[in-house]
């Protein structure tokens, strides 16, 4: 399972945006930013983790959960998080984008049946 660092860097490489870019969105130092990604940050605030999460349109409690925090769906698989990434990165995308995203997966897909 990733970690709370891994999933916020795959969050953010994925919008294709700088700590910079994230400071001025969200309020929050760059440094701290960075500290969070790289797993140094232990048990970052609620508030924080709540303007991160509204930030990039994903659910509180995922991010709670994955800084340690109680949550009610803490249960919640990885491919349910992947799915919550997935949705994240893809809801600004252009139609003509989002089709080149989904001929692109079926494509892997069919590489990968090949190599079976």
Not at 5 to 18: D, N, P, S, V
Not at 37 to 44: F, I, M, Q, T, Y
Not at 86 to 110: C, H, M, P, S
Request: positive net charge.
């Amino acid at each position: 399972m990733a970690t709370l660092g891994q999933h916020l860097a795959e969050l953010r490489q994925g919008k294709g945006i700088t700590f910079r870019d994230l400071e001025q969105k969200t309020g929050i130092s760059n440094g701290y930013l960075n500290l969070l990604e790289h797993d140094h940050v232990k048990r970052p605030s609620p508030e924080v983790l709540f303007k991160i999460a509204n930030f990039y349109g994903v659910a509180f409690s995922s991010l709670m959960g994955l800084a340690g925090y109680p949550t009610e769906d803490a249960d919640r698989s990885g491919a349910s998080r992947r799915h919550e990434v997935a949705a994240a990165l893809l809801k600004d995308l252009t139609k003509d984008e989002f089709d080149q995203v989904r001929n692109f997966i079926g494509y892997l897909r069919t590489e990968r049946k090949q190599r079976k």
